[in-house]
């Protein structure tokens, strides 16, 4: 491996290890959200459509939201929800 790759491997990964919110805080949160998705998509009658939505609605903004803890889409700082 070459030094560049190796320091923007280095840097990525001391991106991820100072970030705020620890690795383990962040696989909570996805358990939990896993765990309630789960628990709406078995036990709530909803039409299958509405299900797929809700689930679309539900990974997109976990992927979003994951892209921004790991500091890859730096630039949604100023889009407030």
Not at 31 to 40: D, F, I, Q, S
Not at 62 to 67: A, F, K, P, Y
Not at 70 to 76: A, C, E, I, P, R
Request: with cysteine.
């Amino acid at each position: 491996m070459c030094n560049i790759e190796l320091g923007l491997r280095n840097t990525f990964v001391q991106r991820i290890i100072n970030q705020n919110m620890p690795l383990l805080t962040i696989i909570s949160v996805l358990l939990v959200v896993g765990v309630l998705l789960w628990l709406v998509n078995t036990y709530l009658p909803m039409d299958r459509k509405i299900k797929s939505i809700l689930n679309a609605v539900v990974v997109i903004v976990v992927v979003i939201w994951l892209l921004k803890v790991f500091g890859v889409l730096g630039s949604l700082n100023n889009v407030h929800i």
